[in-house]
Every structure is written in C-alpha cells, then in structure tokens.
C-alpha cells in the first residue's frame, strides 16, 4: 500500500523536498521504543512508551489488558505511536495516526510472536493463548494492529514535514 505523499511548505525548509515513505517504513521497522498516545474517558491524554512491531502494513503493540491504555482503547481506537529521535538537528521523527484493532487470530498472534522475540531477543518470547500473548512470568497481554491513517513526517537538519494518507 502505497500513501500519497506531500510536503507541507509551511514547515519546510525551501528547496526541502519531501522524506521518501520507504525510508519512513524503515525507520518503523527498525525503531526499538514508540510512544503511544490514547484518550482517557473523561478527555484527558495518555502517552506511554512501548515496543511495536511493524507487520503487514501495520505497528502492533500489545499492553495487559488492566492497564490504562487498554481501558482507554475499549472506548476510543483512535491513537497515535510516535518514534524518533530526541536530537533538534538530526534524524526523522514519525507521528502514525489511526485506528487501533484487536488482533486475536491464532495464526497472526504466532507470526506476531515471533516477529517480536527477532526484533527485541528471548526476554520477549511470547507464547499465544486465546486471543492473547501469554508469557512464561504469567500474565496475558492483549495485541492491537494500528494500520495508519496518515503518517507525518518532522526531518531535521534540512527540515521537511512530510504528509503521508492512505
């Protein structure tokens, strides 16, 4: 899937020219922390950090299911995962806005599971129970795939904010 890609002018540096969407894929492949952004019940933001995988043209996390972004996901999907870099004049930072579903299918959670013990090494091993990871400390943690509706685009050193819609 193939976004339309624009570069807003207003925040560009001139003669910027937009950040190619294959080198932001890469950077939301390769990005070990996000942040997550979701709504509390009662309107109040929640950001927290995570790990997320990129899979399928989506970032999937997970969380246990009594923490607060999974309550604040049973009644608002819509969020955003951000990652990047803290440097000022360096680096792309990405904002992926979208909807976040439940991902339960035995066969996707296996390949999940895996995609996750590659990317961060065996103390993210994950086993699938029904509907959920499970992990040998106990627990179960719930799995949710943000396909993204729009992904911005912040480069630094020349600046360019690139604009991504699919």
Request: proline residues 6%; aromatic residues 10%; glycine residues 10%.
């Amino acid at each position: 899937m193939e976004p339309t890609t624009t570069l807003d002018i207003r925040y560009s540096d001139p003669g910027a020219v937009p950040t190619p969407w294959s080198e932001a894929r890469e950077l939301l492949e390769r990005a070990e922390t996000y942040w997550l952004t979701t709504v509390r019940a009662d309107g109040r933001p929640h950001v927290t950090p995570l790990l997320a995988v990129w899979r399928d043209a989506a970032l999937h996390f997970c969380t246990g299911p009594e923490e607060q972004k999974a309550r604040n996901l049973e009644h608002e999907r819509r969020c955003a995962l951000t990652t990047g870099t803290n440097a000022l004049h360096e680096g792309l930072d990405l904002v992926v806005e979208g909807r976040a579903e439940r991902v339960t299918d035995p066969g996707r959670l296996k390949d999940l599971a895996t995609a996750w013990e590659a990317k961060y090494g065996p103390s993210w091993r994950f086993g699938v129970g029904d509907g959920v990871f499970t992990h040998e400390a106990g627990g179960e943690a719930l799995v949710f795939a943000l396909v993204p509706g729009k992904v911005l685009g912040f480069a630094k050193g020349s600046y360019a904010q690139t604009r991504w819609r699919f």
